[in-house]
């Protein structure tokens, strides 16, 4: 069973950036999408973005779009999220997720993915 680890995330100032990563360990390549999710205080887990086992696929929520970049790195088992411009309303803790077979039209909701980090906090003030 895959397992996925997020360090990073912390406090940023608005207008700032932040670069989360996620390392998958065990079972990596039977990892096929890899994304991420984020939860605000209050409201339920949200798609964030996501990209295929080659990385030439990427997909993007509107909240986020223009602002992030999602990439993967194979040889580091490594996903990385690089958010720029951030704005309040990015506070959140933010999930890694793996899917085993690629699905797109699942990658937007939370019961589409099949495994999951334990999330990193990033907190963005105003």
């Known amino acids: 069973q895959v397992q996925l680890v997020e360090p990073g995330g912390g406090l940023v100032q608005a207008g700032g950036s932040l670069r989360l990563s996620c390392a998958a360990f065990?079972?990596?390549?039977?990892?096929?999408?890899m994304g991420w999710l984020r939860q605000a205080p209050g409201k339920e887990r949200e798609f964030v973005a996501a990209?295929?086992?080659?990385?030439?696929?990427?997909y993007y929520a509107d909240s986020v779009k223009g602002r992030a970049t999602i990439s993967r790195d194979n040889a580091k088992n490594t996903v990385y999220l690089q958010m720029n411009s951030l704005k309040p309303e990015d506070t959140a803790v933010y999930y890694c997720?793996?899917?085993?077979?690629?699905?797109?039209?699942?990658?937007?909701?939370?019961?589409?993915?099949?495994?999951w980090g334990l999330g990193t906090l990033v907190t963005v003030s105003s």
């Open positions: 990209t295929t086992r080659s990385g030439s696929s990427t």
């Open positions: 997720a793996a899917q085993y077979y690629f699905r797109p039209t699942t990658l937007a909701t939370v019961n589409g993915w099949d495994a």
């Open positions: 065990g079972g990596s390549l039977s990892i096929s999408a």
